[in-house]
């Protein structure tokens, strides 16, 4: 003890004293207010209770809106919904069987732009819990049996690359050989432009695999949802013997913005709405959820 004390004063020189302990105990002190930051107030306030309704400014109690499966009790807009509760909603329960489930996109061109494509993927997937942006499988309609594929615009907008081609290629392939019906329920940005020509060559693998479904006499319903676009909209989306659509969804293949540049003309009201397309022939009817 003595000595350390001696050793303090006699070498009492700038070098020594500010390598010793006083610089790390002014450092653990300031730490201790750090941990009542004022994001930890903002978290703890309850979200995710309430959702107001874009259409009508309702203030819908959430438990009522899955209850209506996301559908406004008051004005009926219909909400987005994912592909597992649309297919709980659909289907028979416990009658689905899902295809290629762990079938998951590859970053094939090694894409680069803000952030890479195998970011994107990887952060998707873990918000969404989806491998991709479509869910297929075979399950009962009420007695029929049915192939239905089910789009996700929570995963990437619901962008078509090879594995959304893919699933449901394979799908429509084994309802030709099951001589089942085929049910693909619709919402998407168009091709997945990560993936380039991958992804466009989609529309023609799975506008091929629906006119063999077609050639055995087969039905295929296309189910078009909020939004329904570009290069989905432009091939197995608008091939349905039966093309169905929800109230208002936006339905169309560019952006209207690019229509009026490319046109130069001023669009009609309600352009590219469900509405629209079913005054134009289109759509075969308006479906509610
Ligand atoms: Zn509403």
Redesign the pocket.
């Known amino acids: 003890m003595a000595t350390k004390f001696l050793t303090k004063e006699k070498m009492g020189t700038p070098q020594v004293e500010p390598a010793l302990t006083p610089t790390l105990e002014s450092l653990t002190l300031p730490q201790r207010p750090k941990l009542g930051t004022s994001k930890s107030r903002k978290r703890d306030i309850p979200e995710g209770l309430w959702t107001k309704?874009?259409?009508?400014?309702?203030m819908?109690f959430d438990k009522e809106l899955d209850e209506n499966l996301k559908v406004?009790?008051?004005?009926?807009?219909h909400f987005p919904i994912g592909s597992r509760e649309r297919i709980h909603s659909l289907v028979e329960t416990c009658s689905f069987e899902e295809m290629d489930a762990d079938m998951a996109s590859v970053d094939v061109l090694g894409f680069k732009g803000v952030a890479t494509y195998k970011s994107k993927l990887e952060a998707y997937s873990k918000s969404t819990m989806l491998k991709d942006a479509v869910v297929t499988g075979i399950c009962k309609i009420g007695s029929h049996r049915t192939a239905l594929g089910v789009m996700d615009f929570s995963f990437l907008g619901g962008s078509m690359g090879s594995v959304v081609g893919e699933k449901l290629t394979r799908l429509i392939e084994r309802g030709t050989e099951a001589r089942l019906p085929v049910i693909i329920i619709s919402t998407s940005g168009g091709a997945r432009m990560y993936e380039g020509m991958f992804s466009l060559m989609q529309m023609a693998k799975t506008s091929a695999a629906l006119a063999y479904h077609a050639k055995e006499r087969l039905p295929y319903i296309s189910v078009l949802t909020h939004p329904t676009t570009a290069g989905v909209m432009a091939s197995y989306a608008t091939l349905g013997d039966l093309i169905l659509a929800e109230p208002k969804a936006m339905i169309g293949f560019a952006g209207p913005r690019v229509i009026k540049d490319t046109t130069q003309a001023e669009l009609p009201p309600g352009f590219q709405t469900a509405e629209f397309l079913l005054n134009h022939g289109l759509i075969d009817a308006i479906v509610t959820r």
């Open positions: 309704c874009p259409s009508c400014s309702t819908i406004c009790p008051k004005c009926g807009h």
